[in-house]
């Protein structure tokens, strides 16, 4: 049984720093894009950030250029998001994705999705 299992969410007041991590299990994640998408409430699920196997396409929300940055253990079959500089407008659930290429992600065609975990941001 494939799980992408995220941690690291919470509350954080504004200007403040936070890390995501997603766990994934059940199959081997080498060849695939790993990313982050978000939704805040009442908003559609926006893409964050991704990355490939060997971290060397990387690509962000143009939103989230220069704040955050995300990286991936393939030993540990872990990617991480390092969210600084963190915005009111950053709240939101942020899910972990795996997508079997770039053209997938590019259409937020993703196969394997977690369950979630909610940042909240306050001003």
């Known amino acids: 049984q494939v799980q992408l299992i995220e941690s690291g969410g919470g509350l954080v007041q504004a200007g403040g720093s936070l890390r995501l991590s997603c766990a994934a299990s059940?199959?081997?994640?080498?060849?695939?894009?790993m990313g982050w998408v978000r939704q805040a409430p009442g908003k559609e699920r926006d893409f964050v950030a991704t990355?490939?196997?060997?971290?060397?396409?990387?690509y962000y929300a143009d939103s989230v250029k220069g704040r955050f940055t995300i990286s991936r253990d393939n030993a540990e079959n872990t990617i991480y998001l390092q969210m600084n500089s963190l915005k009111p407008e950053d709240t939101a659930v942020y899910y972990c994705a795996a997508a079997a290429n770039l053209i997938r992600v590019r259409n937020s065609m993703y196969e394997y999705w977690g369950q979630g975990t909610q940042v909240t941001v306050s001003s």
């Open positions: 990355i490939n196997w060997s971290g060397g396409t990387i």
């Open positions: 059940g199959r081997t994640f080498t060849s695939y894009y």
